[in-house]
């Protein structure tokens, strides 16, 4: 079994850039979720995608966006940076069906934004 | 909107001592909560799940924790702490309003284990 993998594991970005971060869902699992985790802070729910579609987001604004692929992958994209975008970004995957919704998480992507 | 209190942001205890988390939630209806570890540099493990089954539930390196409703509490626990137990460790409670989840995240409990 093939757990998250994202990718890169590290990112350097000037204010404005755009960037891309990709995640690749653990073998069997249909949903992924992204999370923001600031320095010293716990993970923040961004935005969660089933069956390629948006399904919840939180209170961040639309330039985090995301695509969700046929094959479960996922990638999240952040226009315009901004300094505060600065954190660890966390990919993670779970099986959407009944019952507990534990979630399976990738190391995770280092954005740091000068 | 469901949330969760971890009452410590540091905890220290030697090894081989009894370790005790503490988080209460706040949730509308049944919730799910669990444990995840973050190791240095590491992603999220999880620990151990609650999930309206029974009300004691054991994880992974002698990890456990108990969810008592009336007392709106799931404190982990773990009889003997190890070194290799020092880590940051967040409470989390699962919102599955409108079909999907989200997971809420507390504050986080770093752990720090002494010789």
């Known amino acids: 079994e093939t757990g998250v993998t994202q990718s890169p594991t590290h990112l350097i970005k000037t204010r404005g850039q755009q960037v891309t971060l990709r995640c690749s869902s653990q073998?069997?699992?249909?949903?992924v979720s992204w999370y923001q985790q600031a320095l010293g802070q716990g993970p923040q729910f961004i935005f969660q995608?089933?069956?390629?579609?948006?399904?919840g987001r939180g209170n961040f604004p639309p330039r985090f966006s995301g695509l969700q692929f046929p094959n479960y992958s996922s990638e999240l994209n952040v226009n315009a940076l901004e300094l505060d975008d600065s954190a660890l970004y966390l990919c993670?995957?779970?099986?959407?069906?009944?019952?507990?919704?534990?979630?399976?998480f990738g190391p995770g992507t280092r954005l740091t934004v000068t | 909107a469901q949330s969760v209190t971890q009452l410590d942001s540091h905890v220290s205890v030697s090894e081989g001592t009894p370790v005790l988390l503490r988080c209460n939630y706040s949730?509308?209806?049944?919730?799910?909560l669990f444990w995840y570890v973050q190791h240095p540099n590491k992603g999220l493990q999880l620990l151990l799940k609650?999930?309206?089954?029974?009300?004691l539930v054991k994880g992974i390196n002698g990890f456990e924790a108990e969810f008592k409703k009336s007392e709106t509490s799931f404190h982990l626990t773990k009889p003997s702490a190890h070194m290799s137990d020092a880590a940051e460790y967040f409470c989390?409670?699962?919102?599955?309003?409108?079909?999907?989840?989200?997971?809420?995240f507390g504050t986080g409990t770093q752990l720090k284990v002494e010789l």
């Open positions: 073998s069997g699992h249909n949903t």
């Open positions: 995608y089933y069956r390629e579609e948006e399904n």
């Open positions: 949730s509308s209806y049944s919730p799910s």
């Open positions: 993670a995957s779970s099986l959407f069906q009944a019952g507990a919704y534990e979630q399976y």
């Open positions: 989390v409670v699962s919102d599955k309003k409108g079909g999907g989840n989200k997971l809420t």
């Open positions: 609650y999930t309206s089954a029974a009300t």
